[in-house]
T-cell receptor, first 115, second 116 residues
Framework: DGGITQSPKYLFRKEGQNVTLSCEQN?????MYWYRQDPGQGLRLIYY???????QKGDIAEGYSVSREKKESFPLTVTSAQKNPTAFYLC??????????????FGQGTRLTVV | AQSVTQLDSQVPVFEEAPVELRCNYS??????LFWYVQYPNQGLQLLLK??????LVKGINGFEAEFNKSQTSFHLRKPSVHISDTAEYFC??????????????FGTGTRLQVTL
């Protein structure tokens, strides 16, 4: 089945540790996105990539890093510099062209808790 | 820059009653508009989208929305809700330019609570 796979579904991290969230897609999409979701705040864009080996900061990039070495993969690292990392993280992908299939497809999310 | 305002954080409604979830947007460029639904601890599923053409858009699960350019609104409606419609609903906007059409700006969400 085509789609986006995020892993793990739940993740616990000790303060001061870096942690990497996985996102893989087999939809052949050029663009991939990472969003953070907090109660009452909707989804906020962390980083996005429109092509392999290139990515841009979103609205809340501080304390996060990404890489895009393959078209299918866009991992997100939550670093120890992120002051409040406990949140629900959603990965998405989409086309960069304009057409009837313009939309973003989402993974099932990773819930990160700092303990 | 774009922004989305969802005026109601929660909407309680009885089963089989009609419902409208409000969404207004702000943008200096031409936009695409989307409604997504999220069930607890899950990702987002597309309900419907407006790209061009008819301003009345029909989506899945009996939902529809109307694009009103003069009022910069894209309200979501359903004539008769079901218990299973209880979820969080997000309105989103993107720029209609190549390269950024799937990069979404979201509202803060509306929690639809359907009761018997």
């Amino acid at each position: 089945d085509g789609g986006i796979t995020q892993s793990p579904k739940y993740l616990f991290r000790k303060e001061g540790q870096n942690v990497t969230l996985s996102c893989e897609q087999n939809l052949n999409h050029d663009a991939m996105y990472w969003y953070r979701q907090d109660p009452g705040q909707g989804l906020r864009l962390i980083y996005y990539s429109q092509i392999v080996n290139d990515f841009q900061k979103g609205d809340i990039a501080e304390g996060y890093s990404v890489s895009r070495e393959k078209k299918e993969s866009f991992p997100l690292t939550v670093t120890s510099a992120q002051k409040n990392p406990t949140a629900f993280y959603l990965c998405a992908s989409g086309t960069t062209g304009i057409g009837a299939n313009t939309e973003a497809f989402f993974g099932q999310g990773t819930r990160l808790t700092v303990v | 820059a774009q922004s989305v305002t969802q005026l109601d954080s929660q909407v309680p409604v009885f089963e089989e009653a009609p419902v409208e979830l409000r969404c207004n947007y702000s943008s200096s460029v031409s936009v695409y508009l989307f409604w997504y639904v999220q069930y607890p601890n899950q990702g987002l599923q597309l309900l419907l989208k407006y790209l061009s053409g008819s301003t009345l858009v029909k989506g899945i699960n009996g939902f529809e929305a109307e694009f009103n350019k003069s009022q910069t609104s894209f309200h979501l409606r359903k004539p008769s809700v079901h218990i299973s419609d209880t979820a969080e609903y997000f309105c989103a906007v993107s720029s209609s330019y190549t390269g950024t059409a799937s990069k979404l700006t979201f509202g803060t969400g509306t929690r639809l609570q359907v009761t018997l």
